[in-house]
T-cell receptor, first 114, second 117 residues
Framework: KAGVTQTPRYLIKTRGQQVTLSCSPI?????VSWYQQTPGQGLQFLFE???????NKGNFPGRFSGRQFSNSRSEMNVSTLELGDSALYLC?????????????FGSGTRLTVV | AQSVTQLGSHVSVSEGALVLLRCNYS??????LFWYVQYPNQGLQLLLK??????LVKGINGFEAEFKKSETSFHLTKPSAHMSDAAEYFC???????????????FGQGTILTVHP
């Protein structure tokens, strides 16, 4: 079956702009979470959604937001981009909670802010 | 709060040698532990996970890990390294359903494994 699909794979934006990243989970998976990966900070949790509800949120400024649709697809948005937002953004999906099932990750979206 | 410490940011082994990647965790609740691998320009692939039951967990590609509660460790091993094992490896922990870590994985900083011919 198809894995977790993230679009686009690569993105270049200018400081101050906003960006929307998309994630399609594995069919039947209702939990979607997002992570930011940078060389300095490693993998950091952004937020997690289950059945269109945000269940948990990481320690990121309000410029980072997300949502989940009724078909479990998810988007994350970053407004007023800063150079430090340059990172690999990973989406992951799961049948339920992380402890029981673990997460399947997509290939990520590489965001470069110039 | 949960945390994960991976000892050694870089590990180098010869092809055919034992691979040992170290992971220690801190968790106030029974932990659920994972090892993921990341190849360049790709996402994370699940190698294995510990939830409950047997403390020795076998994963894909010949990897296994042992959960030792008394040592708060979950080290990853492979008896014989292959060139294709060269990648970055991440240990992660998740807490119990309903807790503050619900839906969240906390990752270690990663260990880059280099395999020499």
């Amino acid at each position: 079956k198809a894995g977790v699909t993230q679009t686009p794979r690569y993105l270049i934006k200018t400081r101050g702009q906003q960006v929307t990243l998309s994630c399609s989970p594995i069919s039947g998976h209702r939990s979607v979470s997002w992570y930011q990966q940078t060389p300095g900070q490693g993998l950091q949790f952004l937020f997690e959604y289950f059945s269109e509800t945000q269940r948990n949120k990481g320690n990121f400024p309000g410029r980072f937001s997300g949502r989940q649709f009724s078909n479990s697809r998810s988007e994350m948005n970053v407004s007023t981009l800063e150079l430090g937002d340059s990172a690999l953004y990973l989406c992951a999906s799961s049948l339920g909670w992380a402890g029981g099932y673990g997460y399947t990750f997509g290939s990520g979206t590489r965001l470069t802010v110039v | 709060a949960q945390s994960v410490t991976q000892l050694g940011s870089h590990v180098s082994v010869s092809e055919g040698a034992l691979v040992l990647l170290r992971c220690n965790y801190s968790s106030s609740v029974p932990p659920y532990l994972f090892w993921y691998v990341q190849y360049p320009n790709q996402g994370l692939q699940l190698l294995l996970k510990y939830t409950t039951g047997a403390t020795l967990v076998k994963g894909i590609n010949g990897f296994e890990a042992e959960f030792k509660k008394s040592e708060t460790s979950f080290h990853l091993t492979k008896p014989s390294a292959h060139m294709s094992d060269a990648a970055e490896y991440f240990c992660a922990v998740s807490g119990d359903a309903g807790g503050t870590s619900y839906g969240k994985l906390t990752f270690g900083q990663g260990t880059i494994l280099t395999v020499h011919p």
